[in-house]
């Protein structure tokens, strides 16, 4: 039987860019949603350029921990909580899904009011009303839209980001200033500072990105003909690596690039304005039009919504895979609704309740910032957790991690563990 990869290939051996890109690019972007927006711009706003030294260093830790999770799924034929259930104690397994679940759901509320704000914004007309527009289809196409064309719309949506790129040059940004503060940082001892960095590393490096590349990784591997985990057909190894290493490294390059790009965009506007209160990513929307003029700002306001379309199946079908796998439901978009209907049900329930969260009198907007900051202390244990998945021959088989990856995985765990411990440290200051 030949190897997926060796069907694949066309005559010269070179792939074209567009097959490769698929999870990889899909994490990568839907990572830039608006509650990652609103954590950028909150950086941005409130301390001009003095936080762009962080996404110089969440890209390669970034980049490192999703290629072990793609890794994960690849080689094994399971997602994250398919591995923890089969091989560690069901209290440590609920216990992380629990932090996922809850740090998913805020997640999804908060979006969808973002981009019913964003909406308003544009058109004007009750926001509430696109809010559960958005829910419904959202849910709607993951459980009704073949998979294989779903991926495809996906990968569309990620152009969306497209416009925080042209934002950052459509605004005036002193580029020499923000490769000052990049790459020779001034850090500040105090509470906010070390809350945002935490904040910022934990909308980058999130558990859900986790969860989502290594269970669309097995979703492709039981899509495509001929394809199986790695460790029953190990001839195929080769070649799927180098198309996961590509696809994981290119789409976390944009991820972070973009994030750099609404960082110096409300440094260069709203915090040389004085302009530091961001709640949202709506009111960074706002706050640019006087500044950086209407087109700046539809830019901004569109990008909102097209980010939160990518992100929303994300984070909805992240919680499904890591609730299904370890209840060891059937789960998997391919899947028809009736032969997965536990698996769709929490997609919709998950969705229904970031919706109903826009119309109780809580507003879930201002637990963006915090959801951000949950995610980043929440990834701690997942991440150690996916770093002993990687490194045991016994789930893995010939293909644990390299050393050099290890190395990444838990200086990336590390870094995380000590930027949640600094903010705790520093609230207690």
Not at 196 to 218: D, H, K, M, N, R
Request: hydrophobic fraction near 55%; proline fraction near 5%; avoid cysteine.
């Amino acid at each position: 039987m030949n190897s997926e990869s060796e069907k694949t290939i066309p005559a010269g051996g070179r792939v074209p860019l567009g097959k490769i890109l698929g999870p990889g690019l899909i994490t990568g972007a839907s990572d830039d949603d608006p509650s990652g927006i609103a954590t950028y711009s909150q950086a941005g706003a409130q301390f001009g350029y003095g936080l762009t030294w962080t996404l110089l260093f969440t890209y390669p830790l970034m980049a490192a921990i999703q290629e072990i999770s793609a890794r994960i799924g690849r080689v094994t034929g399971r997602g994250i909580a398919g591995n923890i259930r089969r091989y560690y104690p069901r209290p440590l397994l609920f216990s992380l899904v629990g932090l996922v679940l809850v740090a998913n759901v805020i997640n999804l509320g908060a979006d969808l009011g973002a981009m019913g704000a964003g909406v308003k914004l544009l058109v004007g007309g009750p926001a509430f009303v696109y809010i559960a527009a958005f829910g419904v289809a959202s849910v709607l196409l993951e459980v009704f839209m073949r998979y294989s064309r779903y991926v495809s719309v996906l990968k569309w949506l990620s152009l969306s980001l497209l416009a925080y790129a042209a934002t950052a040059f459509i605004v005036h940004v002193p580029w020499s200033t923000v490769a000052l503060n990049t790459f020779l940082p001034h850090i500040v001892w105090k509470p906010d500072y070390f809350i945002t960095i935490v904040a910022v590393f934990g909308t980058t490096i999130s558990p859900y990105l986790f969860f989502w590349q290594a269970e669309t990784e097995v979703e492709d591997q039981q899509d495509k003909p001929g394809a199986e985990p790695l460790t029953e057909a190990p001839e195929q190894a080769r070649e799927e690596i180098r198309r996961i290493e590509i696809d994981t490294y290119f789409g976390m390059g944009i991820s972070n690039l973009v994030a750099l790009f609404i960082v110096v965009t409300t440094a260069a506007t709203l915090n040389v304005h004085g302009i530091t209160d961001i709640q949202t990513s709506a009111d960074a929307a706002k706050a640019l039009r006087p500044l950086a003029g209407d087109f700046a700002f539809a830019i901004f306001a569109a990008g909102i919504i097209g980010t939160g379309l990518l992100a929303l199946p994300v984070l909805a079908g992240s919680a499904a895979y890591a609730l299904g796998e370890a209840l060891a439901w059937p789960v998997g978009l391919a899947r028809l609704w009736f032969q997965a209907r536990a698996f769709y049900a929490t997609i919709a329930i998950a969705t229904a309740i970031g919706v109903v969260m826009n119309y109780l009198p809580i507003d879930p907007m201002k637990m963006l910032f915090w959801s951000a900051v949950i995610n980043g202390v929440a990834a701690v244990p997942i991440m150690a957790m996916m770093m002993l998945l990687g490194t045991r021959t016994k789930v893995m088989g010939r293909f644990t991690l390299p050393p050099a990856l290890r190395w990444m995985g838990w200086i990336a765990t590390a870094v995380m563990a000590a930027a949640a411990l600094a903010m705790m440290g520093s609230l207690l200051i």
